[in-house]
Each structure stands twice: as C-alpha cells, then as structure tokens.
C-alpha cells in the first residue's frame, strides 16, 4: 500500500520528522528547514529532489507562521519586496549550481559537505552560546536584543553612513541603499537555492545587523522573506519537476502540529534548559551527514544506517526533552501564560 | 511566431505552489479546529497527574 507515492512507513516516517522539525520551528523559531536536507540526501533521494522538496516545504511551512503572524503586524513589506529581486536571482543562481555539480557527479558530495559545515556552525554557536548564557546577578541575561530596544547595532550604523545611491527609505523612517539590501537578498538567495533552506538563521542577522532594520521588525520581515524564497525556491526547482510531492505532503502534516506544540511549549520552558541539547543535536547531525557522505564513498551501508539513526534519533532526543520540561511545568503551575508564536524558519 | 507563452513545466511549478499553499491553509485550519477542541482535556489531565 502507498500513500502518495511512498510506503506507508516511510510516509509515517516523514510525518513523524516532520512533527519533530516542527516542534523545533515552533520552539527555537528555526530548524525547519536545515534537518529536511540532509535526512533526504541520506535516505538516497539525489541533491536536486532534497533540496526542491525542502524548498517547497520551507514555502508551506512559512504560509502557516505567516497566518500565525497576520494579527502581528511586524513586517516590513517595501523592505521585503526590494529583496525579492537578489532572492529570486540568488536563488537561480544557487539552483544553477546545484545542477551544474550534479552535471559532474559532484553535487550530493558538496552539499553534504556544506551541510557538515554549516550544521557544526551552527550547533558550535547554540552550544557556546548555552554555556556562556549564566544569569546574570541582576536576573537579566544581559542580551540588549532581549529587552525591547530599538536600537540598531553599530556595524549597521557604520554601513548605513555609506551613502551609495539610490538610497531607499524603510518602513521605520531610516534609509539604506538599494544596493546593501540587493546584496544580502542575493546572498541569502544563493544560500537558500544551494541548500534548500529557508535561510531565516542568516537572513534575520543580515536584515538586522547589515540592512538596520530594528530586532522586532527584522523578525517579521524576514518570515516575510521566508515565504518569498519558499515560493521562488519552489518554483524554481518545479520548473525542472524534482518536487516530491508526497514528501513535502507528509513532512508538512507533522510540521504544522509540532509548531503548534512548539511554539505552545515556549510559554511554559525555559529557552535557555533547552538550548543546549539543540546545540548538541546540530553537531550530531553534522556528524550523521559526514557518515553518510563516507558510507557513499566507501559504500558502506552500516554508515548510512548509523547515520540516519544519529539524525533522527538524536531529533527525537531533543523533542522529548522539550516535552518533558513542558510537561513538568504544567504540572508545577498549569496558570502560566498563553504562548507567542515565534517567528522564521 | 511572436508573443508570451507559459510552459507546460511552468504551469505544473504554479499548480505544485498552489498545492503546497491549499495543503498549509488546510492544515492551520484543522490544527486549529483540533488545538481548540483537545487543548483544555489534555491540561486538564496533565494538571490532575
């Protein structure tokens, strides 16, 4: 028996990853994306199938954050379509790469081993940042970006002196040159197109901390943004009919419940219990995709499997630790507050 | 032969985009319904244990 077009256990398998990634979106406001890649290059679909599929996920994942965000307000629609234009190009150009190295017979080698990279980035980052996060005395955790600030950081102001016409004026009043948001609209396109991410864990800093936008409408903005790779990404590798869509299907039935689950948890779980084990599942999942990169050289089977274990197992890891903190807490006092539903991909 | 022609590969893209787009509005919209109906018995039992 097949549900479109995958045995039953593989759609059931797809949904419960899905659920899992959702939880994470949900939760951290990121991971949606960057864990469907690999777990697709591993299970042997080739480079262009991950990477479309994902992109169309990423797409219909941002559809439900956005109708999540649509009483919010936060966006800064002119910004967001002054993107569009290096996102869409970036993306081509990405997905002109991918093929390119398929072409070659490199493709699925260089993905994967950008992924390694970026998966360990991240996860070092996550990590560092969870052990270095001690409370301060004062009980703040001494994060200016946590405490509603609007102010832009100091690397955005000096760019912001450069006047290099034309210039644009935002959505809060402040300018910044058309040529500054092509660029990081153009970068985080190549990288979503290449990837087959959604791209929010670079295009929020890039909005913020390059463009100037300030925290909270850089947020909504680049969720904004999210929906645009998406759609282009999709599309884009539509065009060359390596979409599964049955994949996309399964991974977005779990995802929309585990966001809603995730972003539900944030209400009663301290980010900072949980931050730690996200960090560490990120490296995990760098060493998972390594494995399956020398499994395929040395076509070693047992790697693959171990692979594929590492990643989800240690995916499963993660979101049974947030559920059991969540559930302590509502135990502890089931009066806590309602949850805000976070916001990228 | 001159003029603007969409693809038969362009038209299955815009139809997948489409579907991916129903598929999500149908999915928040079931989520929701369900979050609505099984989120006061599922603290309620959590509570209680």
């Known amino acids: 028996m097949e549900l479109l077009g995958l045995g039953v256990a593989l759609f059931a398998l797809f949904v419960s990853f899905g659920f899992m990634v959702g939880v994470f979106f949900g939760f951290f406001g990121m991971g949606g994306s960057f864990l469907v890649t690999p777990v697709l290059l591993i299970l042997g679909y080739p480079a262009p199938v991950a990477i479309g599929s994902s992109m169309a996920f990423v797409f219909g994942t941002a559809v439900i954050a956005t109708l999540k965000h649509s009483d919010v307000g936060q966006v800064d629609y002119k910004l967001g379509a002054l993107m569009f234009a290096g996102i869409a190009l970036g993306i081509e150009l990405g997905k002109s790469l991918v093929f390119g190295l398929e072409s070659l017979g490199y493709a699925d080698v260089v993905v994967g081993t950008a992924y390694i990279l970026l998966l360990a980035a991240i996860g070092l980052l996550f990590t560092r940042s969870a052990l270095e996060d001690a409370p301060a005395e004062d009980g703040s955790d001494g994060d200016s970006r946590e405490s509603g600030t609007e102010d832009i950081p100091d690397v955005a102001k000096r760019i912001k002196s450069y006047s290099l016409p034309p210039m644009v004026t935002l959505a809060d009043g402040s300018t910044a040159s058309l040529w500054t948001i092509s660029g990081v609209g153009g970068g985080v396109g190549v990288v979503s197109g290449f990837l087959g991410v959604g791209g929010g864990f670079i295009r929020m800093p890039a909005i913020y901390y390059l463009i100037g936008v300030p925290l909270a409408a850089a947020v909504g903005t680049s969720l904004f943004g999210a929906l645009m790779s998406g759609a282009v990404g999709a599309f884009t590798y539509g065009l060359s009919g390596v979409i599964d869509i049955g994949v996309v299907t399964a991974l977005l039935i779990g995802s929309a419940l585990g966001a809603r689950i995730g972003s539900g948890a944030t209400a009663y779980v301290d980010e900072e219990d949980v931050t730690i084990y996200f960090g560490i599942m990120l490296l995990l999942a760098s060493v998972a995709v390594a494995l399956g990169e020398f499994a395929t050289w040395f076509g070693v089977e047992l790697l693959n499997t171990a692979s594929f274990a590492l990643l989800v197992g240690s995916a499963a890891l993660v979101t049974m630790v947030i559920f059991y903190y969540g559930i302590t807490a509502i135990r502890e006092d089931p009066s806590a507050p309602p949850a805000v539903p976070e916001g990228s991909d | ?49």
């Open chain 2, 1 to 49: 032969m001159t003029g603007t022609f969409v693809s038969t590969a362009a038209i299955r893209a815009l139809s997948l985009l489409a579907l991916v787009l129903f598929e999500a509005v149908v999915l928040y919209v079931a989520y929701s319904y369900l979050e609505d109906l099984a989120a006061p018995v599922v603290f309620e039992r959590l509570g209680r244990h």
